[in-house]
């Protein structure tokens, strides 16, 4: 077979389309760069500048909600990549860690189908660059009610000079 594809490439196989970074709504980075890792802050599930899920995993909100509510917070986490990497989503060189909060009711123990929409969605635009280490934890409350929250860590080659 011929050459790879490039990440910009396979979002656009995929009609995936990168959307702005959200801003940060605190006194906080939407990420910050130390070497060639990139820390994202916590992503939620922004759409259009609006919570697209709200509530809680196994109260308000059923698995396949939570799934697509992770794969957003996902696109949200490409987009801060994308900025971290000077605009070339290709510098992501490896995803390392995705951390993720599900906002769940007493007793919800889908946290890892949950997550699964963020760690599907990087592994489809990444390949193996995309495999990566996971945290999945449920939490009581979450900001803005947000149904889930993930942050990255990857690897970023510098941009060109």
Known sequence: ?????????????????????PGAVAAYEPWVRTGDLVFTSGQLPWR?????????LGAELTVEQGYQAARQCALNALAQL???AGGDINRVRRLVRVEGYVHCAAGFRGHPQVLNGASDLFNAVFGARGAHARLAI?????????????????????PSR
Do not use: C, F
């Not at 259009?48 to 809680?56: H, I, L, P």
């Not at 803005?144 to 990255?152: E, F, G, H, P, S």
């Open 138 to 158: 449920g939490v009581s409350d979450m900001p803005l009610d947000a149904a889930v929250q993930i942050t990255v860590t990857a690897e970023v080659d510098e």
């Open 48 to 56: 259009d500048g609006v919570m697209a899920y709200a509530g809680r």
């Open 82 to 84: 994308q900025a971290a």
């Open 1 to 21: 077979m011929g050459n790879a594809m490039t990440v910009t490439e396979t979002l656009k196989h995929l009609g995936i389309v990168v959307p702005p970074a």
